[in-house]
């Protein structure tokens, strides 16, 4: 599959079946992530994996967002390996952190499994509930499934703005 079909058939999928994901699969997305570049190639980013109907209850905990999912990664960067900008002190931790998303999220899509990238959720009550160190700091969680028969894309799927709202050609 090319990468521009790869990134339209890429959807947020909201309906998700409780089938059991194998852990060939698993282990295929987690060697992945280990590919995605990182600043100054720190690799601060810190993957958990729950899966299960005590992991539905710890994410629970935190989000709303769950969709069915009995499987989750929940990327985090660690703010102790983190690279940060000299000029600034800005934390290279979340960039890490997104693209490590991005590569978990498109390698789902190939396999024909759905997720959807979940950034709302209570940092608080997730890092109590997973008891995460204070230096491990999540950015996303990912319920992760087979897309149950009825999983389609949102309207918003389609909604992407035109090229020139977006792109500030300085040619
Ligand atoms: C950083 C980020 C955070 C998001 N957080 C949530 C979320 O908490 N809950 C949710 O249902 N969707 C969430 N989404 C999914 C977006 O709503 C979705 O990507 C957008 O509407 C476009 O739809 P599409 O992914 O199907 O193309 C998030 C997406 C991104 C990239």
Request: aromatic share 10%; net charge neutral; charged share 25%.
């Amino acid at each position: 599959m090319d990468f521009k079909q790869l990134a339209s058939d890429r959807y947020s999928c909201r309906k998700l079946s409780d089938r059991k994901v194998d852990e060939k699969i698993i282990r295929h997305l987690l060697e992945v992530q280990r590919l995605a570049p990182t600043a100054c190639n720190n690799q601060p980013q810190r993957i958990y994996v729950l899966e299960g109907d005590e992991a539905v209850r710890t994410i629970a905990k935190a989000t709303h967002y769950i969709f069915g999912a009995k499987l989750f990664f929940v990327v985090c960067y660690d703010k102790e390996a983190s690279w940060k900008r000299k000029f600034d002190g800005f934390d290279g931790g979340i960039m890490d952190a997104v693209i490590v998303g991005c590569h978990l999220d498109f390698a789902i899509t190939e396999l024909g499994l759905g997720t959807c990238w979940i950034g709302s959720f209570d940092p608080a009550a997730l890092s109590s509930a997973m008891g995460l160190p204070d230096n491990h700091i999540p950015v996303a969680i990912f319920p992760v499934g087979y897309p149950t028969e009825g999983a389609r894309p949102s309207k918003a799927h389609r909604d992407r703005k035109p090229l020139d709202q977006l792109v500030i050609d300085h040619r």
